[in-house]
Nanobody
Framework: QVQLVESGGGLVQAGGSLRLSCAAS????????MGWYRQAPGKERELVAN???????NYADSVKGRFAISRDNAKNTVYLQMNSLRPEDTAVYYC???????WGQGTQVTVSS
């Protein structure tokens, strides 16, 4: 059974940084694409970044140059380093296994102005 557990969210001032973690179990982590998504109140869930098995990354235009996704296959964990945070980055951030229906429970990120 796939389990994805996010951590690292919180309240931060604009310009600050946070690092999110997503620990996976029940899968062969190293062969899977992993992604971070976010959903702000009243908006649809959107892709933030993903990383494939080869380490190739893809980012939403709104976070390019500020966020970095990475993975540690030895720890079955994917990370999202978020720098230069803006109030518009406020959302619940979710980890997702590839393009499947397996999602984590989400972690709240709030950026104050």
């Amino acid at each position: 059974q796939v389990q994805l557990v996010e951590s690292g969210g919180g309240l931060v001032q604009a310009g600050g940084s946070l690092r999110l973690s997503c620990a996976a179990s029940g899968i062969i982590f190293s062969i899977n694409t992993m992604g971070w998504y976010r959903q702000a109140p009243g908006k649809e869930r959107e892709l933030v970044a993903n990383i494939n098995r080869f380490g190739n990354t893809n980012y939403a235009d709104s976070v390019k140059g500020r966020f970095a996704i990475s993975r540690d296959n030895a720890k079955n964990t994917v990370y999202l380093q978020m720098n230069s945070l803006r109030p518009e980055d406020t959302a619940v951030y979710y980890c997702r296994l590839g393009f499947s229906s397996s999602w984590g429970q989400g972690t709240q990120v709030t950026v104050s102005s």
